[in-house]
């Protein structure tokens, strides 16, 4: 049960992530945050 939410929660992050990235050309805060958490991700997923 724990393990589906974390998944759903992680699908979500990257597609607000997604969003940023896509909306590069002109930010608006929420996917300023999007892009922020991506890279954020992306910096935590190649650590592992």
């Given at each position: 049960?724990?393990?589906?939410i974390?998944?759903?929660?992680v699908?979500?992050l990257?597609s607000?992530?997604?969003?940023?990235?896509?909306?590069?050309?002109?930010?608006?805060?929420?996917?300023?945050?999007?892009?922020?958490?991506?890279?954020?991700?992306?910096?935590?997923?190649?650590?592992?």
């Amino acid at each position: 049960m724990r393990t589906r939410i974390l998944f759903y929660f992680v699908i979500l992050l990257l597609s607000v992530g997604l969003a940023g990235v896509a909306g590069s050309q002109s930010l608006t805060p929420k996917e300023q945050l999007g892009k922020l958490i991506f890279n954020d991700m992306n910096l935590s997923l190649t650590e592992v």
